[in-house]
């Protein structure tokens, strides 16, 4: 039985027990139209929890639209062993998928992808700020100079949810910043697909 069955079975349960146990009379009829009342709330519920809240925001839902892929631009100041400089500015996709109340970051690079362990929306002085930790995964060809390892990032988002900015650190003692302006609001799996949705412009949606 899947979660959201349990959530609409069991109220009509324990509620259809205690009217027994109160001796009260059940009828049959109307335990069907409050198992489908709850049915439909339940399914209400978990519309408004993946989509509808983006369009009907409620207390902590009102917070910016941030679901789907940005491109902006890394800079770090890590320096590259084989040359003992730091890499110069490098494109980049930021993956965000948002509910009501989860958010989830994938940052993906042409050497590496970023997933996120912990993420949340912070409120800060008027602001809202995206943080959370992640473990970085590089590609193989560069594993040799570029280990996995753990950090943190912190952006800040515009009054207008158009843009993030913010900076990164790491276990490995490297640190940078990030900026995104662009968003498309379809989700990429790889760095190649994220480069071929920036060229569809916003109108790119699966949400």
Known sequence: MSRSRIIAVVPIAIFTALLWIGGESVSVDWVRYASLATSAAT???AAYEKWLWAIIPVGRSRRPVLRGTWS?????????????????????YLV???????????LLTDESRSSSAV???????????????????PQIQVDHRSTAHHGAVVLE????????EGH?????YSRGELEFGKRVRKYAATFAEATDLQSLGPGAHDD
Do not use: K, M
């Open 43 to 45: 399914v209400l519920v």
């Open 72 to 92: 902006g631009r890394l800079v770090t100041h890590w320096p590259d062993p084989e040359t003992g400089q730091a890499p110069g500015p490098r494109d980049c």
């Open 96 to 106: 965000i998928r948002q509910t009501a109340s989860t958010i989830r970051a994938t």
């Open 119 to 137: 993420a949340e929306l912070a409120d800060n002085d008027g602001g809202t700020s995206l943080c959370y930790i992640f473990r970085n995964q």
């Open 157 to 164: 988002i515009d009054s207008g949810g158009t843009r993030l």
């Open 168 to 172: 990164y650190w790491t276990d490995r």
